[in-house]
Structures are given as C-alpha cells and as structure tokens.
C-alpha cells in the first residue's frame, strides 16, 4: 500500500518560514520524481515545485522560486520543502505528490503524478 504522509503545516506570520516534509512508504522512493503542489480555497490545485529521483533537476513555479527549497533523502524516503519569506497568497493545503517517469512528462501537471499525499494546511496570516 502506497502512502505519502505529509507534515510540518501550520500558522506563520508574512516573512516566516516553514519546512514541510512528507515521508513515503510502499514504492521504491529512489526511483520517483516527487513534487509539490497546493491548492488554496476555490482555486484549482497549482504546482509548486519538484525534484528529479536523484535530485539533481529542480524545478519551481515563478511564485516561489527565490523562496522556496526542494529537497529529498532517497535514504529516508523524504522529500522537503523549505519555504521561507512567505506571504499571505502562499495559504494552502500543501500536497506532496510521486511520478514514476516512464516518459517525459511535464513536471507541472497533477496528471503526471501517480500517487497524492492527503495534504497539509499552511496558514499565513496577518
């Protein structure tokens, strides 16, 4: 059984920071690309940034590149995300989301993606 359990949401003042993290269990996790994505109330799920299986591709939205880091330990089944200078607009429920790259995809698409995490709630309030 697959899981992606997500953690490290919460309430955060603009200018804070922080550090999301999701911990995969039942795939072969080294051999991902994994992302995250968030979707705010009443809009439709965005793409927020990935990392290649072995972490040497990154990729980020325009909305948060400068702010925010993807990172992820193949030995410990992680993937993180730094999120640092946050802003009212970054409040969302956070998914972490896992792609076996049988082809080229675009990394940016929720269609891509084979397994979801349930998410986690960042709150930036003023």
């Known amino acids: 059984q697959v899981q992606l359990v997500e953690s490290g949401g919460g309430l955060v003042q603009p200018g804070g920071s922080l550090r999301l993290s999701c911990v995969a269990s039942g795939i072969a996790f080294s051999r991902y690309a994994m992302a995250w994505f968030r979707q705010a109330p009443g809009k439709e799920r965005e793409f927020v940034a990935a990392?290649?299986?072995?972490?040497?591709?990154?990729y980020y939205d325009d909305s948060v590149r400068g702010r925010f880091t993807i990172s992820r330990d193949n030995a410990k089944n992680t993937v993180n995300l730094q999120m640092n200078s946050l802003k009212l607009e970054d409040t969302a429920v956070y998914y972490c989301a896992a792609d076996y790259p049988e082809a080229p995809t675009p990394v940016s698409v929720t269609t891509t993606y084979d397994y979801w995490g349930q998410g986690t709630q960042v709150t930036v309030y003023s």
């Open positions: 990392i290649s299986w072995s972490g040497g591709s990154r």
